[in-house]
Structures are given as structure tokens and as C-alpha cells.
């Protein structure tokens, strides 16, 4: 079989390249939206890149399971539209801005000017756009660039606007001093989801401080903190009121300082079991006092650094004995809890720090440092003064700034927030809704995050994002919320013409209060998730456009998204909070949530580490259907994945050359003038069996990818290519290659092409590529697969209990196999007899079916298959070779080697041969007694007895300890 060495060269990359070009020649993207545009819609969002960042490996996941869906919905008829988008603003950008214009500070950018720093955040809005569009296209994801939204255009922020709009007119939109997390460096607060997107394990000094009781010289509270830093803002100290305190003395501690202590008593005896551990028996412990924390609330103490007022114990719920002393430092403007209790307590909020994160005049010594770096001066400082009771190392998860890793603060200021704890309960309701994928994502990954929602901090206090639309009046501070240009152009009297709605344009804007004063925009744009998680309703320019179409439902919600699992606190999020602040619902009916891609060996890739694997190698590697095929069938969809180069190739010799073999099978035994009949007929037992595995592949196909199961649907398909060239066309090849009737090969050949045909159809939204590719050379050049119906099972078809019983003749197989190999017998040799047990193949036994156990006979070379109720296993094999089961392995094994000679020299199987022999007589009377056998097995001409002379092939083998010679001609005709 010659084409096995030829197809074994068939290369994936260039196939693709070859049907990219066809794609793109004959438009068959935009055919395949043009043949389906008035079918039913189904409705996908995109979800939007940065282009300023180049397409990782984990572009290449969510765009195979994004494409499969909209493939095999657009085959199925629906019209698939699908906007690319692009995201564009905030602080990924300005960070690339910041790069290129040697920006260290966010002061600079206001020397600078905002002008030029806007100017130049939109230059490398789309630095890659190119390499997008054409990974994209390289990869088979069909996406339709020409019209993709852009979350920077005028449109789009006018949709935004008038989105902000209605959730200020609701009342959800505030402003207030409160502790934001804070990036010192970018100079904004961030959201609870960006926040989320950056936490790190890191190990940092934690301390414990001694603050001495005002009335009770010499006795101290203990308080534990992780930030130093924040002592300077220190306004007091919290207990619980319900938790046991106790004052006690420490003497002849090895490390502690001596005195008289204040703890939880859970803290105290966690020091007692310490000292026990250590063995240090020196240190005493006396307990002098034990009471509840209600009774330490107004206590006073000196604070740490200032001689003044003294400071008071107050009481809070939300302390603990779980960490710390049970006596908790408070920082209003440091902390949210602190801040809580501040406002509670009418306590003073000390701002001790910058925007820049540098501690500000009047702390002291500090000025001007970075408080993570003043850390280990304030502990030298507080150990000096012998205010510190103890040092420790403390390891814990951390949050930095997910755009520039610079260590977040939490940090007391004027920030904008949308109040989505209103709409809380709404949004769990909307994510009932959802078919998420995996499921347990719906009340876990996400339903947790919602379940602890806080207000969304939506301003930043930045430049290139969409600006806060809200106006204040210098005189009356009244505020208005402006919802598009229209409005701005009535409240201003001016003609907003060719105005770009960025900063510092918009700044310009002045509107007039009725009080008649000036009203100013607010310096504050917004977070660009916001951006994002609108594009439902800004894509569409919402509602100044398309306003039907998506309160109809018919733009509206997404029937399918799907991105990585990382967006339940991204996109998946803000989409739904939107959408529910709107009163629309959820915005997606169904969600693929997928898992993070590791390395082989299971480490999170990374540029230090050096383990990134690029897209685009893979691709020009293996090809892009084989990496989609690869993420669609290496694990569950929400799974971590271990990218592994040994398995993508093990999937491209194991999938894709068998595919690409399978046709080349058909296309060299089914000669020219082949018509496909459209009608089957054939009684062939494998051609009704690879028919009706064919009809049920397709029922668990369309089954799966009606539920979003992708990876359920993909092993089906890989699964059947084994079945179809291991079983069927290796079980079938006499029919095709020497077909007793016409009739037997022309039912053999039209249940092939019918089968590879819808298979192929199958595949079509898996590996568009080759699926392509074959499709065209079945159909001689014709159409494209894209453009055909996704196939339907014909239940006629279907024969269970068939598959059933093929399925046991499988099973038997391989276990008769693995006996003979275990008994060192090569499967030329024939054997006598296999046994099965009664009872245990029930399947075919009541089938009693003739042909399947002739395939079983054929497959491990044994005379008979016999049904036994006496054996003690499933089957029993019997390895006793006879004088004349030897003799016919002999045979075997003298035409086995002819054909091998045919093959080395070159003839075609229509050739017809010659074969010469010589050898002992005791050795050569096996081929005089069977050289009728002979010449019908090989199709040879004639046999008999010569010289070396004038021969194409030749070899010596043993029979029976002689020697043989054999030889071919071959016969021209
Ligand atoms: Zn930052
Ligand atoms: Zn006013």
C-alpha cells in the first residue's frame, strides 16, 4: 500500500495555508454569513483584546472554542454575526504611552501636558492590530474585523454616557470618602475585580506593638500588624466586647521585653504553649486579671508618636482571636473596617500619606520615603524606643496592581462608585439563568464573588479612558449627569461637531447652572472595564441606533460567550452588572469558562521561568487544527491544561494522518467514475456497522455541542477515525483491492465516500482546515464544506445492537491478540480453535451471528470460534500448533514475503508476476504441493523452479530449517 508512505509526509501547515488562500479568494467567510442572513440569529460577543499586547497561547484556547460554536451554528442555518472589538483604554495603554514618552510619574503626564499623552495612548491603542487580525485568521477564528466596535470611538462612549446616565438617574452612582485600593504609582484607585486580578504570596515583617495604658503605667495593650506603616495614622485601638481579655505578667522572656500585657486570652495562651515548645522554662507567666473586652472600651493610652490627647479603646465586631492579639490597631484612613469604626466612633482620619504613597510632612524622619520601604525604619525606630514587643516574618496573599505590580495601599479618598450591592440579589437572580460550563462555576468561582460584591469603585483618577460624565456647578456644587452629545450640545449651547469626548477635550466643556454659575466637568474618568462589560448595548451604539433590535431580543442577550476563567471577575462579571443595573437580565444565555494553560510539568508560564509557549510556533508546527483539537480534547473545558508537545503530536499522527490516510485509501482504490449514489444499500455487515456508527457519532455530536460540551463532542470524533481506519478499512481492504464482484466494491466504495463525507461535515467547525481540505477533494474541487448542512442523523440507520456486538468482536479481538502475543505465536500462524465462554458475550451469542464471528476468525487467524460453557475465562485460546497449521503458516509466511518483494520493486498492484524458486527438496516440496494456493493469493502468472537470472526482487528464507530461495519477475502485458 504505497500511499502510506506517501500520506505519512502529509503536512498540516501547508494544507491550511493552501485553504486560507482559497478562504480569502473566494470569500467564503463572508458566503457563509450571506448563505445563512435569513435564518434565525444566533447571538456571540466578543470578548475585546488589548491590541497593544501580542496574542498568547491562551488566545489561541478561548478563539478554538469560541470558533467551533459559531461554525457549527452557521452550518446548522443560524445567521452568526460576529463583531470583533477591540479594548483600548485605560491603564494598559496609558502604560505603553508612559513607555514610549519616558514617563516615570503621573505628575509628568500633567507637565507634559494631557494633549500629547492622549495623543500618543491613541497611537498605541493598536500596535498590534495587524498580528491580531492575522492570528485570527491563521487559526481559522472567522471574525468579522471590518466592523468591530472600539471602545474609544465617540459612538461608543456615547452609549456609556447614556448608560451612566440611567444609572444615576436611579440613584446608584455616588460619590464618597472612602478606602479604596490604591496603586501609588499609576496615581487611581482600582476596582474590587482589578483588585482581584493581582494577589501574590509574599513574606513581609508583621510586628506587635506595646501601647502603654495612660492610668496603668507600665502596663501595655499589645496590638499585631502587618503594615507598620500605618502606625503613624494609628487613632485607636479596637476589642471585641464579647471576647475574653487578659491582663497578665511577663518575666524572663528570652526574647519579649518584661511587663504587663493586655491579650485575647486565646493570645495568651498561644505565647504560654510557645515558650513550652521552645523550652524555655524561664519565662513566667502570671495571669492577673480576666475579663470580657466590653469592660477595655475607653480606656486611654499614649499613642505612639504623639504626645497629646490620648488616645481610647473602642469596641468592634469584626475583630478576631483568629489572627493577632485580639486588639487591632485602627487606621481610618488606611483601612475600610478602620474607616467604618472611625465614622462609628467620630474618630479623626489621619492622612499620613500622598497620592504618590510617600509619607507627607509632620510624621517625622519619614518624609518623602515610600511607605513599603519606610517599614523597616518605623520597627528599628519602635524597637529603639522599646515600643515594639515582637518582629516576625508573615506570609500572605497580597494584591498589586494588575497593570504595573506595584504593590497596592489601601487608602482613604473621593472616589466614584456604582452602588451594585442595590442590584446584588438581582444579579445572582440573572446568573440562575445561565448554562455555565462547567456548571459548578454558577454557585462556585462566581456565585461566591457575587455573594460578596462590594459598590464597583468606578473612577480613576487618569487620562485616557472615557470621562466621567458629570458636571458641577463651581457656585451651587449642584451635578448633572450628561447621557449623550446631544445633551451636552443643549446644556452648553454649543455645537459638539467634530468634538473628540476624551480629556482634555471634554474638560473644555463648560455647561451653565441655573443658578448661573459655570458647571465643570469632574476630573475623574472611568475604569475600563466598564468599557467592556457595555459592549452589548455600545457595540450597537445604544439607543441611539439599532434600539429595536435589542430591546426586541434580537441583538440581545448572547446566546454563546466564552473566555478564560479568570474573567468570573473580569468580563463575565461587569457584563452582568451592567446588564442588571439596565433592568435587562443576564446578558448571555450560555458560558464556556475555561481553564488556565500550564506548562508540561504543570508550572504557570512565565517570562522568567522561560516556559511561554508561542502561538505561532505550535501553529506553524502542527498546524492550527491540530492545536484546536488538541484544546477541545485534552481535558474538561475548565480544567487546568498542561500544554505537552509529545501529545499534540501523538493527536496529529493519531487523528489527522489516519484521517488524511482514510481518504487516500479511498482515492487509490476507487478508480475515476465514481458517482456517489445517494442511496445506501449495502447488506455488507462492517458497511452497515460503520453507517449506523456513523448516524449515532453524528445524534452525540449535535448532542454535545447543543449543550456547550465541546471536549464530549471532539473525543467522539477522534474516537471514530479509529474506528473507521483501524476496523473498517483495514477489516474491508480485500473488497476494495480485489473485490470478488463488482457489486461488492461498489457497495464498499459508496459507504466510504458517504461516510468519509459526513464525517468530514462533522469536523468541519473542529479542524476547518483539513475538513476543508478533504471535503474538496471528495467533491472534486467543488464548494466549500462551510457553506454545507451540518449532517443529521438518519435513526433508519441506527442499529444498536449491531454496534453492540462489533463493539464485543473488538474487545475479544484484542484479547485473543494479547494471548498470542504472550505466547510468542505471530499472527500469520494459524491457530485451531478460540473458545468463548457461554454467558459472557451475550451480544453475540443471541445474535448468532455468522459474519461477526468470521471476523473474529479472520482477525486472530483461528480455524473456528466455538461458544464453551466449561472455560473459566471470558476467553481461552488454542495455542497448539499442528503439522498442518504449520505448514499453512509456512504459506503464509512465502506469500507475505512475495508481496514484500512486489512492494520493493515498485509494481503496481495491477502488475502481474512471476515467481522463481530453488532450494533443497525436502524444503521446497511446501511450495510444489501448494502452487494452486499460491498463484490465486498472489495473482501471480506462474511458479516454478529457476535460476537467479533476469529477476526484479529476491530472498532466502527458512522453512523448516532449509533454506528456500525465492524470486520475482515481473510480466510485462
Ligand atoms: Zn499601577
Ligand atoms: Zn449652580
Redesign the pocket.
Known amino acids: 500500500m504505497n500511499f502510506l508512505n506517501v500520506f505519512c509526509f502529509m503536512n498540516l501547515p501547508s494544507i491550511e495555508k493552501e485553504t486560507l488562500e482559497f478562504w480569502r479568494k473566494e470569500s467564503i467567510f463572508k458566503k457563509s454569513l450571506e448563505r445563512t442572513k435569513n435564518g434565525p440569529r444566533f447571538v456571540f460577543y466578543e470578548g475585546p483584546p488589548f491590541a497593544n499586547g501580542l496574542p498568547g497561547i491562551h488566545h489561541l484556547l478561548t478563539r478554538a472554542f469560541k470558533d467551533v460554536i459559531l461554525r457549527y451554528k452557521t452550518m446548522q442555518g443560524f445567521y452568526v454575526e460576529r463583531k470583533a472589538g477591540w479594548d483600548t483604554h485605560g ?1 494598559p495603554t496609558e502604560m505603553e504611552a508612559e513607555k514610549k514618552l519616558n514617563i516615570r510619574f503621573k505628575k509628568e503626564i500633567e507637565q507634559m501636558g494631557i494633549e500629547k499623552f492622549i495623543e500618543e495612548s491613541r497611537r498605541s491603542v493598536f500596535t498590534y492590530k495587524k498580528e491580531w487580525e492575522e492570528f485570527s485568521e491563521r487559526i481559522g477564528f472567522w471574525l468579522d474585523f471590518d466592523h468591530a466596535y472600539i471602545t474609544c470611538d465617540n459612538s461608543y462612549i456615547e452609549t456609556l454616557w447614556w448608560i451612566l446616565k440611567q444609572i444615576w438617574q436611579k440613584g446608584f452612582l455616588y460619590q464618597d470618602y472612602k478606602v479604596v485600593p490604591y ?1 501609588p ?2 496615581g ?1 484607585s482600582l476596582s474590587s475585580h482589578e483588585v482581584a486580578q493581582g494577589y501574590k504570596k509574599i513574606k513581609e515583617p508583621a510586628i506587635t506593638a506595646r501601647f502603654e495604658l495612660v492610668d496603668e503605667p507600665e502596663t501595655y495593650f499589645l496590638a499585631w500588624t502587618t503594615t507598620p506603616w500605618t502606625l503613624p495614622a494609628n487613632v485607636a485601638l479596637a476589642v471585641n466586647p464579647e471576647i475574653d481579655y487578659v491582663k497578665f505578667s511577663l518575666n524572663n522572656h528570652p526574647e519579649f521585653p518584661q511587663g504587663v500585657y493586655i491579650v485575647s486570652e486565646k493570645k495568651f495562651n498561644d505565647y504560654k504553649n510557645d515558650i513550652k515548645n521552645k523550652k524555655t522554662p524561664e519565662a513566667e507567666f502570671k495571669i492577673i486579671d480576666k475579663f470580657k473586652g466590653s469592660q477595655l472600651i475607653g480606656k486611654k493610652y499614649k499613642p505612639l508618636y504623639k504626645n497629646e490627647a490620648p488616645y481610647k479603646v473602642v469596641g468592634a465586631g469584626f475583630v478576631s482571636v483568629e489572627e493577632g492579639t485580639g486588639i487591632v490597631h485602627i487606621a481610618p484612613a488606611f483601612g475600610e473596617d478602620d474607616m467604618s469604626v472611625g465614622k462609628e466612633n467620630n474618630l479623626p482620619v489621619l492622612m499620613t500619606v500622598d497620592e504618590d504613597g510617600k509619607f507627607i510632612d509632620g510624621i517625622g524622619e519619614w518624609k518623602g520615603i515610600f511607605v513599603k520601604n519606610a517599614d523597616p525604619l518605623i520597627i528599628d525606630n519602635l524597637r529603639k524606643r522599646e515600643l515594639l514587643f515582637q518582629e516576625e516574618m508573615y506570609e500572605h496573599d497580597y494584591p498589586f ?1 494588575w ?4 504593590p497596592l495601599l489601601y487608602y482613604a479618598k473621593n472616589s466614584w462608585f456604582i452602588n451594585v450591592s442595590r442590584v446584588r440579589e438581582q444579579m445572582i437572580k440573572n446568573n440562575e439563568t445561565v448554562n455555565w460550563v462547567p456548571p459548578h462555576i454558577k454557585k462556585g468561582r462566581f456565585g461566591e464573588w457575587l455573594n460578596e460584591i462590594k459598590d464597583w469603585n468606578l473612577s480613576r483618577e487618569r487620562y485616557w479612558g472615557t470621562p466621567l460624565p458629570v458636571w458641577e456647578c463651581e457656585k451651587c456644587k449642584k451635578r448633572v449627569c450628561v447621557g449623550s452629545v446631544r445633551e451636552l450640545e443643549e446644556k452648553s449651547g454649543q455645537k459638539m461637531n467634530n468634538i473628540d469626548l476624551h480629556r482634555p477635550f471634554v474638560d473644555n466643556v463648560v455647561l451653565k447652572c441655573e443658578c448661573g454659575g459655570l458647571m465643570k466637568r469632574v476630573p475623574e474618568v472611568i475604569d475600563c472595564w466598564f468599557d467592556s462589560g457595555s459592549m452589548p448595548f455600545a457595540q450597537w451604539h445604544y439607543p441611539f441606533e439599532n434600539k429595536d433590535k435589542i430591546d426586541n431580543g434580537e441583538f440581545f442577550p448572547a446566546d454563546f460567550i466564552a473566555e478564560g476563567m479568570d474573567q468570573t471577575r473580569g468580563w463575565f462579571y461587569t457584563l452582568l452588572a451592567i446588564s442588571t443595573l439596565l433592568g435587562k437580565g443576564a446578558p448571555y444565555k450560555n458560558v464556556i469558562s475555561l481553564g488556565l494553560i500550564l506548562d508540561a510539568n504543570g508550572q504557570k508560564m512565565s517570562k522568567s521561568r522561560g516556559n511561554i509557549i508561542v502561538p505561532k510556533e505550535v501553529v506553524e508546527k502542527f498546524g492550527a487544527d491540530c492545536a484546536r483539537l488538541y484544546f477541545y480534547t485534552i481535558n474538561k473545558a475548565g480544567e487546568a491544561k498542561k500544554f505537552d508537545f509529545k501529545e499534540v503530536q501523538s493527536l496529529y499522527r493519531k487523528f489527522f494522518i489516519t484521517l488524511v490516510n482514510s481518504y487516500a485509501f479511498f482515492s487509490t482504490y476507487v478508480e475515476g467514475g465514481f458517482e456517489f449514489k445517494k442511496e445506501l444499500c449495502s447488506g455488507n455487515l462492517l458497511d452497515r456497522w460503520i453507517v449506523s456508527r456513523l448516524e449515532n457519532l453524528k445524534h452525540q455530536v449535535i448532542k454535545n455541542l447543543d449543550k456547550y460540551d465541546i471536549v464530549s463532542a471532539a473525543r467522539f470524533l477522534v474516537d471514530f477515525v479509529d474506528d473507521l481506519s483501524n476496523w473498517y478499512i483495514r477489516l474491508s481492504r480485500r473488497r476494495f483491492q480485489k473485490p470478488e464482484t463488482e457489486k461488492e466494491k461498489e457497495e464498499a466504495s459508496q459507504t466510504l465516500y458517504y461516510v468519509l463525507l459526513n464525517f468530514i461535515k462533522l469536523t468541519a467547525p473542529f479542524t476547518p482546515f483539513v475538513s476543508e481540505y478533504l471535503y474538496r477533494k471528495l467533491k472534486d474541487g467543488e464548494g466549500s464544506v462551510h457553506l454545507a448542512d451540518y449532517p443529521k442523523p438518519d435513526k433508519s440507520l441506527i442499529d444498536a445492537k449491531l454496534e453492540k456486538s462489533m463493539a464485543q468482536v473488538r474487545e475479544i479481538v484484542a484479547q485473543a491478540l494479547a494471548k498470542r502475543s504472550a505466547a510468542g505465536i505471530k499472527v500469520r500462524q494459524p491457530l485451531s480453535v478460540l473458545k468463548l465462554k457461554d454467558g459472557a458475550w451475550g451480544e453475540l451469542k443471541n445474535d448468532n451471528n455468522r459474519e461477526l464471528l468470521s471476523l473474529i476468525k479472520q482477525e486472530i487467524n483461528v480455524k473456528n470460534v466455538i461458544f464453551d460453557g466449561s472455560i473459566s475465562e471470558n476467553i481461552e485460546l488454542d495455542v497448539e500448533i499442528t503439522p498442518e497449521l504449520k505448514e499453512e503458516g509456512l504459506l503464509r509466511e512465502i506469500v507475505r514475503q512475495i508481496q514484500i518483494m512486489r512492494k520493493k520493486a515498485n509494481l503496481k498492484p495491477s502488475d502481474k508476476i512471476f515467481i522463481i524458486y530453488d532450494g533443497e527438496v525436502s524444503a521446497t516440496k511446501i511450495l510444489e504441493k501448494n502452487k494452486e494456493f499460491i498463484l490465486r493469493e498472489i495473482r501471480a502468472v506462474g511458479i516454478e523452479r529457476g535460476k537467479k537470472e533476469g529477476i526484479n526482487q529476491g530472498i532466502e528464507i527458512k522453512v523448516d530449517g532449509g533454506a528456500v530461495w525465492l524470486g520475482i519477475k515481473g510480466v510485462s502485458q
Open positions: 491603564l496603586c504609582r499609576c487611581t496592581c497593570r504595573c505590580k506595584t
